[in-house]
Structure formats: C-alpha cells, structure tokens
C-alpha cells in the first residue's frame, strides 16, 4: 500500500510540478526564513540565514572580523545567537557580558566543560593535556601544573631561563641586527624566542630557533604546522575534515605527519629523561618541567605519572607558552610605535627599576592595556551538557556553545568607558604609580581566562613578556617600517597573530641601558 501511495505520488510530481515551481517555492521558503530569524534575533544582531546560518556575514566581514563582531555585539547587547552551516553541528551564543562570562567559567562551571566538538579537533596533536582534557584527567593535570609552576624552585629556574635567553641569543641577534641595519619581521623573532624559552622551561632543552640566522628548525616547524592544520579544523564543515582524515589525505595528511614529528620528539624526550633518572637516581640537577614531574609524583599517582602523560602535558604547555606571549608582546611593541609618549614613560620605568621585574609598575600596566585591545586569544568557548539560561536571559541548549569574545570586551565602552579603544596604561594604575588591576573583575579581564580554569602560567607570561620588553627597550629603539598601517591587522585564529607580521629595524640607544643616564626620548637619536 505504502509503495502505490509513493508511486502516485511521484508520478504526480512528474506530471504536474516542473523545476521553475520548485525554485518558486524554494526561493519564498528560503525568505520566509530569513524574515522568521530576523524577527527572532536580537535587534542589531547578525542575519542567521537559512542553510548557511551565519556564514555569508562572516565571509562578507572577513578583513574586519573582530572589529565587525565587536560592532554587533554592541548593537545586539552584548549577546546574539549563532549557527553555522546545516549539517555543521555548531550552534550557540556569542556574548561580551561579564556576568554571562562569570556564570559560564565560575558559577556554572561544571555544565561548561571543554567538550567534544573542541576536543577532537585538537586531540592527534594535544591527546589528554591540560588544554584539551576535561574532568578527572583535567583537574590531575591542574594540580600537577599549579603544585610545580608555582614552586619557588620552578619559579627561580624559569625567570633563570628567560634571563640567560636574553642575554645569551636574544640581545646579541638584535646587535647584529642592528650593526647590519637589517629589517626582520619582529613576530617571528618573538615567536622564535618564546619556543626556545619554553622548551628550556618545560623540557630543558635548547630549540634553537635564534640561533644565528634565525635557521629552520623541524621540531618547531612541525609545532607550528600542526598547530595551523588542526586549528583548519574549526573553519571546515565536519564531513569535509572527517573524510579527508579517513582517506588520510590533504590537510589531514599533512597533520599526521605533523603530529606524529611534534610527538615522536616528546616520546624520546620524555623516554631520555626517564632513562637519566633510572640510571643515576635522581634529577636533582634539573629544574624543567618535566624533570619536576618524574621527580615527585603525587600521592594519587603513587607509581609516577605515565609516559603519555607526561608527553601530552609538555606538549600544551609549549602551545599555552609559545603563541600568547610573543603574540602579546607583537601587538605592544605595535602600539608603543604610534606612542612616544607612552615608550617614554615605560623606558623611564625599565631604567629605574634597574633589572628588578617586579618594580616595573608602568611596563606592567602597559602591557595590559595592550592586551586589554589585542588579547592573544580573542574568543574561547565552552560547551553545554544541559540546558541552561545565562544571567542575561539567553537560553543555551545542551550541545550548544558559549563563545566569549575577549577581544570585543576589551572594546566594550559599558565596560572601560568612552576611552575604551585609546591605549591609555594609566587606567592600570592607583594614584600612587602602582599596578592596581587587580582590582578589575577577571571576567571583565578575561585574557587569562578565569575561574577554575584561570591560566596557571599567568606569572610565568608577565615575567617572560617583561623581560624581553625591558631588555629590548633599553637598548634599542624599534622602528616599525613605514607604511604597515594598512597591513598591520590580525589574522583569523585561535591566536591574534597579525596576518603579516610585523617589519621592524632596531637602533641602538647610544647609552644604552645602565641606570642613571639620561632617558632618551622615543625618536631621538
């Protein structure tokens, strides 16, 4: 019965219905929808289209996509609705409201883990570290990476590290940079400092990556490759990236050759390092993060941590560490180029603190404000397991995502004024010159996330990025190569890279940095 109903049926369809009444009906379903998600949007909000949600206004703001985002967050409240192509499997809200922030990374912690949909992506590359685990596995790495990165021994051998980097490959390549009066693109170096750096932290080993010419290093370019495909992930439909995986070709291809270098390098890390243990005893005379972890395992893993561990651990902690900080500090050398006014001031801070990091107050202060308009991670989010209605009212499905978009709440003038998008430190200071934001909400601040997932390596980042600022200021001047100001912009990623770099020459100060000199003013030769 039910396949004469579907042959008279389609026989009615064949005789009757032709193509152009199928456009028709297609083309007023298609308005209908469109007009039904305008209404139902927030005023001001982007345009939800049927079938491709909100892709066609993403694709039509590309150039300016956090500018843009910024815009609509403002014009919809704080808060709108998004969804990607059908079939896609994303969907959600994208907010700049700190109390929406707090609920999701605080109050309602537990209903906004990681989840899948972030988890896969990164998984060939990160497997169960600290930046793609969630639960148990999450909370064992936290109190591994809190207990020794807060240690004063780890403490004392990273600033170590960073010091001798700096004086050892960092200032000299520069000199010579300088003697030569060649242009280097400055993001790379940075990136290439930040690599080496915590690769000495977490593995205790030299990269490499600025030794002299700056040479091509195949564990940080595998890094970096892998980085780059699994993050293609994110703006590929599902069934595109999963089929390529399964056939193992192009991109997906590309990423497990990438992985598979960047882990086979943590493997035989982690198995030389275990070996050096067994046949002397201890690890005494190391202090890198590794080495801290074989040697003294908590009381819940009493038999140590495991091989695979230890592998994926190091491996999110040379991600955490290698884009934001060198990201971070690209963006304030960016803006202190268009701020004589500013350099003046965090130079006259570096000379008078005369080496000591934590009496830099002002440079402190600056480099937040920095970040405060170029967070290295301008949005994060986190998925729902339940239902749920955030302070605002906006109800959030299970399954769904809530994209917090640091970058736009930097720029929010509901939360940092009229002045919001002037580069302005003294907003970080009390009226006595000191460094007072701590007393702005981390879900206002949210560029080192916060909650329970607060960045445990906040303090490792401000040492490392005020030792390089400090350390550079003092000795040269960096002039940005005219012409940038239209290509200086950020890159769409994870990370705020700028798309092209950045072109700088340095020029030596003429009395270079010992306290009690003259400072010279931002310009002057």
């Not at 379903?29 to 049927?50: C, D, H, Y």
């Not at 910024?70 to 959600?92: D, E, H, N, Q, V």
């Not at 069934?239 to 291809?253: I, M, P, Q």
């Not at 200021?473 to 290509?487: C, I, N, S, Y």
Request: with cysteine; charged share 25%; hydrophobic share 45%.
């Amino acid at each position: 019965m039910a396949s004469e109903v579907a042959a008279m049926a389609v026989r009615f369809v064949g005789e009757y219905v032709r193509a152009w009444d199928l456009a028709v009906a297609a083309a007023v379903l298609f308005v209908f929808s469109a007009v039904r998600n305008r209404l139902s949007g927030p005023p001001g909000a982007p345009m939800l289209w049927p079938v491709f949600g909100i892709l066609p206004s993403l694709f039509a703001n590309f150039d300016v996509i956090h500018d843009w985002g910024t815009a609509a967050l403002a014009r919809a409240g704080g808060t709108f609705p998004y969804s990607g192509m059908w079939g896609g499997g994303s969907s959600g809200v994208i907010t700049s409201v700190p109390a929406n922030v707090e609920h999701v990374l605080k109050n309602n912690f537990e209903n906004y883990p990681k989840g899948p949909y972030y988890r896969e992506r990164f998984v060939e590359l990160l497997g169960e570290g600290i930046f793609n685990a969630d639960g148990d596995a999450w909370r064992a790495q936290r109190r591994a990476a809190t207990t020794e990165m807060h240690s004063a021994r780890f403490l004392e051998f990273s600033a170590g590290t960073i010091g001798d980097l700096v004086r050892r490959k960092l200032v000299p390549l520069l000199d010579s940079l300088s003697a030569r009066g060649d242009a280097v693109d400055l993001q790379d170096v940075l990136l290439r400092f930040t690599f080496d750096n915590i690769c000495a932290a977490a593995f205790g080993i030299d990269a490499g990556c600025l030794a002299d010419g700056l040479p091509d290093v195949p564990f940080a370019r595998a890094f970096e490759r892998a980085t780059e495909l699994s993050l293609e992930r994110f703006v590929t439909p599902p069934f595109v990236w999963k089929a390529k995986r399964a056939l193992c070709v192009g991109s997906e291809r590309a990423l497990v050759e990438a992985t598979t270098a960047v882990r086979e390098f943590a493997e035989r890390t982690v198995a030389e390092r275990r070996a050096e243990l067994r046949k002397i005893g201890t690890l005494d005379g190391r202090r890198d993060l590794l080495s801290r972890l074989l040697s003294s395992p908590p009381a819940d893993f009493p038999e140590g941590y495991s091989d695979e561990f230890l592998r994926d651990f190091c491996i999110s902690f040379i991600l955490a560490g290698r884009d934001t900080s060198s990201v971070a500090l690209a963006w304030f050398f960016w803006l202190l180029a268009s701020h004589p006014d500013v350099e003046s001031r965090v130079l006259a801070d570096v000379i008078t603190a005369a080496g000591n990091a934590s009496s830099m107050d002002y440079l402190h202060a600056a480099l937040t404000e920095s970040m405060r308009l170029y967070p290295p991670v301008p949005a994060d989010f986190k998925e729902a397991l339940e239902d749920d209605v955030l302070p605002d009212g906006t109800v959030v499905r299970a399954q769904q995502r809530v994209i917090y978009y640091t970058y736009a709440m930097g720029r929010d003038k509901t939360l940092w004024g009229p002045d919001c998008l002037e580069f302005r430190p003294e907003r970080w200071l009390n009226k006595h010159g000191a460094f007072a934001g701590g007393a702005e909400s981390p879900y206002k601040y949210v560029v080192f996330n916060a909650g329970p997932r607060l960045c445990v390596g906040k303090r490792f980042a401000y040492t490392q990025m005020k030792a390089v600022a400090a350390a550079v200021l003092a000795r040269f001047r960096v002039e940005v190569l005219p012409g940038q100001e239209a290509v200086v912009k950020p890159k769409l990623n994870t990370t705020l890279y700028m798309k092209r770099g950045l072109m700088v020459r340095f020029a030596r100060r003429e009395q270079g940095h010992e306290p009690g000199h003259a400072v010279p003013a931002a310009g002057e030769d």
